[in-house]
């Protein structure tokens, strides 16, 4: 083990980022982005098996004195402690996180709430008694309003309802194309046998089509930023602090107008006071961040 060596790892649902620096010399070791597809029809036993020869594979060869995961899916404190396990298997020194906990101290932020509009969607904050939760982030099927596939589910609800209005809009043609579909009543057939990361990627189609005038698409945008606020507004009912709000996702770094329209509702909703910024960095510099903290305790008493 090499105590200038931290590493961390970001588990999203569609990717994985593995970064490790050595403090020592401010030099990166290890920055890889692996593809991360079907991690949410893993079980726990099988995510901590991964996280096992990822930190085999890739980490453990450089020796870190400790690693912090940001995993998602790892909602409850029992399911971080099961993998966090599996990890010390490898790195003794590590712990994991859900992956929107990496948001703030990616941010260099202490104390506020995260939001992430990715694949998916949720927020993450601090209670009252110091103690870390996630809200949202229920999956494309019966959530994740904000996120690409909650954008693009509802997109296609909105073609088969302009479809039975007979109402011509231009965001009906637009999809159909992206996703390949000859009618709309083809659209639940495609999205149910489709792993939802494939057709997120058609939310920019979504944008694009309001943007161009479509009524249809530019409701689905507003009632999903609206959804947003209101996740916000339930992570402040937990405890968690909105004067400082973070987002971050590839939504949000994509689509700088769905950005503005998010940050004005959230200042409309909470006062001008509340600071809404966008993550300039990748969420593993908040793992790395963690890494270091677990190390201060041992570095202060030498």
Known sequence: MSDGVVAGLDLGGTKAHLRAVDDASGEILLDEVLPN???ARLDDTARAQELIRLASARLAPLGPASVVAGVHGSDTEQQQLLLAEALRTVIPVAEVVNDAGLVLPAAGVSRGTGVIA????????VDAAGRPFTVGGWGWVLGDEGGAAGIVRDACRAVLAAWDEAEDDLLTGMLLKAIDADHPHSLGYLLASTEPVAWAANAS???????RGSRRAAGVIADHVAAL????????????HLGVVVVAGGVFAAQDRYFEAFANRVREAYGTATTVSRLELPPVEGALHLARSLLEPAQGGR
């Open 37 to 39: 597809q079907g991690w």
């Open 229 to 240: 606020v209101r996740l916000l507004g339930v992570a402040g009912r937990r405890g968690g």
């Open 118 to 125: 990715g694949t998916g969607s949720c927020a993450a904050s």
């Open 205 to 211: 189609i979504v944008f694009d089509a309001a943007a």
